[in-house]
């Protein structure tokens, strides 16, 4: 069983930054791929960023060039680097992480971009 906690979410101005954070329970941690999705206002859950074992990167066209996604293998976390935030970016961001025959979800955070 692996619990994910995200934490960093808040209010930003449009242009400003923020890092969300992704601690995991449990010794497996570098085994799983884990990735970044987010759920905006009356629409549905879509991918941001994911990160492989391997330390692989994908990212949202919409995203890329602005968010970077990061992993910790010491300290079993995952990390989203924000920036130039804009309204659009306006979401809950839930962590998720994966491997054969398992996936686990956070409860996720709120990040809001407004003036």
């Known amino acids: 069983q692996v619990q994910l906690v995200e934490s960093g979410g808040g209010w930003v101005q449009p242009g400003g930054s923020l890092r969300l954070s992704c601690a995991a329970s449990?010794?497996?941690?570098?085994?799983?791929?884990m990735g970044w999705y987010r759920q905006r206002p009356e629409k549905q859950r879509e991918l941001v960023a994911t990160i492989s074992s391997g330390g692989s990167t994908n990212y949202a066209d919409s995203v890329k060039g602005r968010f970077t996604i990061s992993r910790d293998n010491v300290k079993n976390t995952v990390y989203l680097q924000m920036n130039s935030l804009k309204p659009e970016d306006t979401a809950v961001y839930y962590c998720?992480?994966?491997?054969?025959?398992?996936?686990?979800w956070g409860q996720g955070t709120q990040v809001t971009v407004s003036s």
């Open positions: 449990g010794n497996s941690f570098s085994f799983y791929n």
């Open positions: 998720s992480g994966w491997r054969t025959l398992s996936n686990y």
